[in-house]
Structure formats: C-alpha cells, structure tokens
C-alpha cells in the first residue's frame, strides 16, 4: 500500500478513525455541493414519477411526490449538520467561558454561583424540552429585522444551550488542575490579565477533550433534529431533512416501498456512525487517560 | 453521607421549582393566551376578561405558579386544562404507567445485556468477541431508536408478521399479547444504552484489572473468577451511576419511540397538547419528565458518592 496513506492512516488513529473522517469529510462536501451534485431539484413535484424503485435513473428511488430521494438525502446533509455543528459551537462558547472562569476563580463565590446555574441547566431534559419549547412558540420562522430564521434555528439555539453544562463540567474538570499549574503562577508574576491567562494560556491545555466531546456532541445534535423533525416539530417542509423524509415514510410501511424508509435512515446513521469514530479515534489519540467521561443523551 | 444527601434533594427541590418557574413563564409569555384560543379570535376584550378572571389568569403570574405548584405538593392536584377541561390527574394515570412500563422494560434489557457483554469484552479483551462487541457498540450509538423502530416494524411485523407493527396491548388482554406489543419498542429504546453501557463497564473494568492489587491477587494464587468478582466490585460504581442517569434519558426517547409504535403514552398526550394549542397539559407532561429526570440525575449523584469510597467524604 502507498506509504502515504498508511502514514495518513495511523495519524488518524487506526482504520476506524479514518473512515471515520473520511464519512465526515464526504458528507460535508456533500452538504456544501448539494447544489451541484444532487441530481435532481429536492423540492420539485413530479407525480408522475412518485413512488418508483431504485433505478438507474433515480438511485435511492423517488417518494410520494415523485422526488428524488438521493437528491433529497443530500440536500438534507445541510440542515442535519448546520444544527448539529452549531449547537456545539454555541454550547462551546457558552460552556467554555463559564468552566474557565469557574476554575480560575476556584473557591470563591464566582465558582459556587457559575456552577450551580451550571447544575441547574444540566437538570432540563434535552429532547423533551426541544419539542416542548417549540411546541409552545410554534413552528413558524422567527424574523429578526432583515433575517428570517427557519425553525431549525430554534432548535439549534436550544440545543445549544443544553449542551452547555456538559460541556462547562469538561472545561472546568480540565482547567482546574491547570489553574493550579506553575506557568499560570508564572504567568501572573509577570503581570498578565486573568482573561489573557485564562483563554490564552489555560484553554489550550484544555482543548483535547473539548474537541473529543465536541465532535461525539455533533453526533447527538443530528438525531436530535432528525427526532424532532420526525415528530413534525423540526425542520418544516418543503425544506429537505432526513427527519421529516422519515416521517413521511410511516404512510408507507405497510405497503412495498422500502426505500423510503431506508435511505434517509442510513443516511442518518451513517452520518453518526462517522462522528462517533472520528470522536473515538480522537480521543485515543489526544486525550488516551480519558480525562472526563463521555457526555451522554 | 447523610449531609450529602440532605444537600443534594435540597437542591434538587430548588431546580426543580426554578425550571417550573422558567417553564411556567414559557407558557405563559411565549404562547397565545389560553383564553384566544377558546373562544376564537373574534371575542372581545370583555369576554376574554371574564375568561380569565373565572380560570384565575388575571392574576400575576408568581401567584398563579404558587398555587399551580402547592395544589401539585399539598393535593397531588395537577389542575385541568384551560382547553378540554379534562383533569390532568386522569390523563397522567392513562398514559404514565405505559411510559413507565415501556422504560423500565428498555432499562432492564439494556442492563441484562449491557453487563455480560461488556465485562466479556474486557476479560476477553482484543479477541473476536470483543472485535464483534465495539461493532456492535458503534452501531448502537449511532443507529438512532427511532428509524431501528421503523425497520422492525417493516421487517418483524408487516413482512414475516412474529409482532404487531404497533399499538399497545394492555395487560387485561393477556400477557401474551401484552408482552408481543411493547417488545419491539422496548429493544428500540433500549439498544443505545446497551452500547453506552457496554463500553463503560469494559472500559472501568479494564482499568481495574490493569492494576497493582489485581496483578497480587492473581500471583498470589486466587481462581479467576474470585478475582473477578473483586474486580468488579470496584469497577462497576461508575457504571451504576450512569446507568441511573440513563434511566432519566431514556423518557426523552420513549416519546419518539412511541411516536413510531403508536403506543397511547405520554407521547401522545404531549404531541396531542401540542397540536391542540393546549400548553397547560404540555406544561404538566414536561415538568413530571422533568422531575423524573432531576430524580434520576440525583440517584446517581448519592450511588455514585455512596459507592465511591474516595468521593465519599468530599461535599
């Protein structure tokens, strides 16, 4: 084998690690070039073409109103991981800034107070609170002055902010052993600001298991959305998404059409099965004493 | 220990009535008022008024979650909605033992075969079985509950017909049958945590048994199986606590699971509220899941204290 690539493969932490990325990597371009790679429209009706099977013409076949469900599937890559990466980026943000601050300042008020509000958040039950809030607020777009946020919006934002505990608990688990360290000692003879110590010099020694989390977190996020979008709470028509393709297909389990089901749920599950090697292979690789638990759904 | 536990339900009460407060001015602030939607967007002020004044939503809203939450501690009265007028109390006796039943079926199957695989994994560490047990764990976490419900339908029920493709069969109408209707849904739900759990009892057990006293025990001569029972001992606290935790999660999913399987539980009494703009009823289903769930988080806070020996003494 080319010398290359094995090197390239051991760097990635063995062969699960590598098909892990190599998933990530292929379903992100797929969700960048849907545009240009899908090979039909997503959203235009065609009923005289609905319900046909995987032909050479329609890969994954077409659904009740004569849609190519390839087309739909890759187009539906784009919602799926917006909201998953998101609502990790915004659960990092948050979650980062009150587990650095918490440990910095440990054994004071600042870190009782940041992490009992911390506590307290990880007390609300993510999905059944995804689907109540939007419930309640309702499942139309959101305008803020000149921009129209879809639904998904919502739940990412949600999500987002329910991955912060999890995430706040694996900063400041890290950075408290950090804070104690002698370079941060150093650090502040010198006369650096606490801010300045706190993200320029403790968070870089915190940052493998945030990545780990961070990537296994991309994983929950997209069934997350998928489920809420199953039940009709999510991602709303005619917007593809592998959830509401999956609800749609429920009016057809009894009859022949398997692909309906199959392909948006494979293309979910592989998805997440991508994520969850790529977070595993990581971990054995940057963070192998496993400093903090996996963050569960 | 005693302190800690104090401490910790403590807390657990006062989350608990600030997420109700939280979920309260959700409800109240973020949603049509209950009053618009009875009587239609054609009623008047004065009309709507009265609504309010006779179901006590004239009130400041402080007050009206004070006395929602103490007829809930004081009367076990959860009130009735604003929409139906149906007692909430007799729709959670409907619909919470099927929730209930159906979590408690995932937890047990998830636990009897999340223990044996994962401590065979770990004692049979690198070998095939072991191969097989992490396919098996990927696959698990990632195949999400909900589309492996649809395909058992597809496959085990509509196309070789061994379990109804949905529904629920109560007790009364035999075991038999009972136990056919919630078996897929409970493997649906509970094949995750089997994943999840594998892992974590093979990974704590393989640290315990990489360890010093284990290796003494061994050289000094002890059956394997002693020195397992040993090991284990000290590997599964940690497993036990997320396990408990599990269980919290576990009413999340059930509500997509039953979604799949048409089972009338809380899912149905959620979705229906929702659909029905009824949001006193969404309010009661997700602030009982919620107090389930802080209950859960909070067993396994105390077990894991409890059977950790080196977090026992400290707050």
């Given at each position: 084998?080319?010398?290359?690539?094995?090197?390239?493969?051991?760097?990635?932490?063995?062969?699960?690690?590598?098909?892990?990325?190599?998933?990530?990597?292929?379903?992100?371009?797929?969700?960048?070039?849907?545009?240009?790679?899908?090979?039909?429209?997503?959203?235009?009706?065609?009923?005289?073409?609905?319900?046909?099977?995987?032909?050479?013409?329609?890969?994954?076949?077409?659904?009740?109103?004569?849609?190519?469900?390839?087309?739909?599937?890759?187009?539906?890559?784009?919602?799926s991981?917006?909201v998953g990466v998101?609502a990790v980026?915004?659960?990092?943000?948050?979650?980062?800034?009150?587990?650095?601050?918490?440990?910095?300042?440990?054994?004071?008020?600042?870190?009782?107070?940041?992490?009992?509000?911390?506590?307290?958040?990880?007390?609300?039950?993510?999905?059944?609170?995804?689907?109540?809030?939007?419930?309640?607020?309702?499942?139309?777009?959101?305008?803020?002055?000149?921009?129209?946020?879809?639904?998904?919006?919502?739940?990412l934002?949600?999500i987002g902010?329910?991955y912060?505990?999890?995430?706040?608990?694996?900063?400041?688990?890290?950075?408290?052993?950090?804070?104690?360290?002698?370079?941060?000692?150093?650090?502040?003879?010198?006369?650096?600001?606490?801010?300045?110590?706190?993200?320029?010099?403790?968070?870089?020694?915190?940052?493998?298991?945030?990545?780990?989390?961070?990537?296994?977190l991309v994983a929950i996020g997209i069934v997350v959305e998928?489920?809420?979008?199953?039940?009709?709470?999510?991602?709303?028509?005619?917007?593809?998404?592998?959830?509401?393709?999956?609800?749609?297909?429920?009016?057809?389990?009894?009859?022949?059409?398997?692909?309906?089901?199959?392909?948006?749920?494979?293309?979910?599950?592989?998805?997440?099965?991508?994520?969850?090697?790529?977070?595993?292979?990581?971990?054995?690789?940057?963070?192998?004493?496993?400093?903090?638990?996996?963050?569960?759904? | 220990?005693?302190?800690?536990?104090?401490?910790?339900?403590?807390?657990?009460?006062?989350?608990?009535?600030?997420?109700?407060?939280?979920?309260?001015?959700?409800?109240?602030?973020?949603?049509?008022?209950?009053?618009?939607?009875?009587?239609?967007?054609?009623?008047?002020?004065?009309?709507?008024?009265?609504?309010?004044?006779?179901?006590?939503?004239?009130?400041?809203?402080?007050?009206?979650?004070?006395?929602?939450?103490?007829?809930?501690?004081?009367?076990?009265?959860?009130?009735?909605?604003?929409?139906?007028?149906?007692?909430?109390?007799?729709?959670?006796?409907?619909?919470?033992?099927?929730?209930?039943?159906?979590?408690?079926?995932?937890?047990?199957?998830?636990?009897?075969?999340?223990?044996?695989?994962?401590?065979?994994?770990?004692?049979?560490?690198?070998?095939?079985?072991?191969?097989?047990?992490?396919?098996?764990?990927?696959?698990?976490?990632?195949?999400?509950?909900?589309?492996?419900?649809?395909?058992?339908?597809?496959?085990?029920?509509?196309?070789?017909?061994?379990?109804?493709?949905?529904?629920?069969?109560?007790?009364?109408?035999?075991?038999?049958?009972?136990?056919?209707?919630?078996?897929?849904?409970?493997?649906?739900?509970?094949?995750?945590?089997?994943?999840?759990?594998?892992?974590?009892?093979?990974?704590?057990?393989?640290?315990?048994?990489?360890?010093?006293?284990?290796?003494?025990?061994?050289?000094?001569?002890?059956?394997?199986?002693?020195?397992?029972?040993?090991?284990?001992?000290?590997?599964?606290?940690?497993?036990?606590?997320?396990?408990?935790?599990?269980?919290?999660?576990?009413?999340?999913?059930?509500?997509?699971?039953?979604?799949?399987?048409?089972?009338?539980?809380?899912?149905?009494?959620?979705?229906?509220?929702?659909?029905?703009?009824?949001?006193?009823?969404?309010?009661?289903?997700?602030?009982?899941?919620?107090?389930?769930?802080?209950?859960?988080?909070?067993?396994?806070?105390?077990?894991?204290?409890?059977?950790?020996?080196?977090?026992?003494?400290?707050?």
């Amino acid at each position: 084998m080319n010398r290359g690539i094995r090197r390239l493969v051991v760097r990635l932490g063995g062969w699960s690690g590598a098909v892990g990325a190599s998933i990530v990597l292929a379903i992100a371009l797929a969700a960048l070039l849907a545009p240009w790679i899908a090979p039909y429209d997503p959203v235009s009706l065609n009923l005289e073409r609905k319900l046909q099977a995987p032909d050479a013409a329609h890969w994954f076949g077409t659904d009740q109103a004569g849609r190519d469900i390839l087309s739909r599937a890759i187009w539906g890559a784009r919602v799926s991981l917006m909201v998953g990466v998101l609502a990790v980026v915004i659960g990092l943000v948050g979650g980062v800034g009150l587990g650095l601050v918490a440990a910095y300042y440990s054994g004071g008020l600042v870190e009782q107070a940041i992490m009992r509000t911390v506590d307290a958040i990880a007390s609300i039950p993510l999905l059944i609170w995804a689907i109540a809030v939007v419930g309640i607020i309702g499942v139309g777009p959101v305008l803020i002055g000149p921009f129209r946020f879809a639904n998904e919006f919502k739940l990412l934002v949600l999500i987002g902010f329910l991955y912060m505990p999890g995430l706040a608990r694996v900063t400041y688990t890290v950075a408290q052993i950090e804070a104690v360290a002698d370079y941060v000692r150093a650090r502040r003879v010198q006369g650096a600001r606490d801010l300045a110590i706190m993200f320029g010099d403790v968070l870089p020694n915190c940052l493998s298991p945030l990545i780990v989390q961070g990537t296994l977190l991309v994983a929950i996020g997209i069934v997350v959305e998928a489920s809420v979008s199953f039940v009709g709470l999510g991602v709303q028509p005619p917007t593809p998404s592998w959830g509401t393709m999956l609800a749609d297909s429920r009016n057809y389990l009894f009859s022949g059409e398997w692909w309906l089901p199959v392909f948006p749920g494979l293309a979910i599950s592989v998805t997440v099965v991508g994520f969850n090697l790529l977070g595993d292979a990581l971990r054995d690789m940057l963070d192998p004493r496993r400093s903090t638990g996996r963050l569960i759904a | 220990m005693l302190r800690l536990i104090v401490g910790r339900l403590l807390f657990s009460v006062a989350t608990l009535l600030l997420v109700g407060l939280i979920l309260f001015l959700l409800t109240r602030l973020l949603a049509d008022t209950p009053a618009r939607i009875v009587l239609g967007i054609e009623a008047s002020e004065a009309q709507i008024a009265v609504f309010n004044r006779d179901h006590g939503l004239d009130r400041p809203i402080l007050t009206q979650y004070l006395d929602w939450l103490g007829r809930i501690v004081l009367q076990g009265d959860f009130g009735k909605s604003f929409i139906t007028g149906l007692a909430m109390n007799a729709e959670l006796a409907r619909s919470m033992p099927i929730t209930f039943e159906l979590v408690v079926l995932a937890f047990v199957f998830a636990l009897a075969l999340a223990l044996p695989l994962g401590i065979l994994s770990a004692v049979l560490e690198g070998r095939s079985i072991d191969h097989v047990a992490r396919v098996f764990a990927v696959a698990g976490v990632s195949i999400p509950g909900f589309w492996l419900g649809l395909m058992l339908i597809r496959f085990f029920a509509v196309e070789w017909g061994w379990f109804p493709p949905g529904g629920f069969s109560p007790l009364s109408s035999g075991l038999g049958p009972h136990l056919r209707s919630v078996s897929l849904p409970a493997f649906a739900l509970g094949i995750y945590y089997v994943a999840i759990l594998s892992r974590m009892t093979r990974s704590s057990l393989l640290e315990v048994l990489g360890t010093d006293y284990v290796r003494t025990a061994r050289s000094l001569g002890l059956p394997r199986w002693r020195v397992l029972i040993y090991a284990l001992k000290n590997a599964l606290p940690p497993v036990v606590s997320i396990a408990a935790m599990s269980f919290g999660y576990m009413f999340g999913w059930a509500l997509i699971v039953e979604h799949v399987f048409n089972i009338p539980g809380m899912s149905r009494a959620l979705l229906t509220a929702i659909g029905q703009r009824d949001y006193f009823m969404v309010q009661t289903v997700v602030y009982v899941f919620t107090a389930i769930f802080i209950a859960a988080n909070l067993i396994a806070d105390v077990l894991n204290r409890a059977l950790n020996p080196k977090l026992a003494g400290a707050g």
